[in-house]
Nanobody, 123 residues
Framework: QVQLVESGGGLVQAGDSLRLSCAAS????????MGWFRQAPGKERESVAA????????YYSDPVKGRFTISRDNAKNTVYLEMNGLKPEDTAVYYC????????????????WGQGTQVTVST
């Protein structure tokens, strides 16, 4: 079992940057692939980025490709989402998620979820 706690959200202006962190409990963090998802009001939760257990392979959704970077530090049991060039359409609650196994893209691939952190991008 792994517990996830996100942090780093906030209110920023368009063009600004934020770095989200997701701290995981447990001694087996390095065996989990991790993902970031987001959910805007009235919309489905969507995949943003994912990274495999080793950090070797990653995935990005088209809306964030080239602007967001996912990384992980297994020694600190933490996964990060560096977000640059933020746009108002990036406004959402951001969730991290964990799964045992390889890289996961879909929400259904993940077994463990954090509570989320709000990111709001103003014009």
């Amino acid at each position: 079992q792994v517990q996830l706690v996100e942090s780093g959200g906030g209110l920023v202006q368009a063009g600004d940057s934020l770095r989200l962190s997701c701290a995981a409990s447990g001694r087996t963090f390095s065996t989990y692939s991790m993902g970031w998802f987001r959910q805007a009001p009235g919309k489905e939760r969507e995949s943003v980025a994912a990274i495999d257990w080793s950090g070797t392979n990653s995935y990005y959704s088209d809306p964030v490709k080239g602007r967001f970077t996912i990384s992980r530090d297994n020694a600190k049991n933490t996964v990060y989402l560096e977000m640059n060039g933020l746009k108002p359409e990036d406004t959402a609650v951001y969730y991290c998620a964990a799964r045992v196994g390889g890289l996961g893209v879909n929400r259904s691939h993940y077994d463990h979820w954090g509570q989320g952190t709000q990111v709001t991008v103003s014009t």
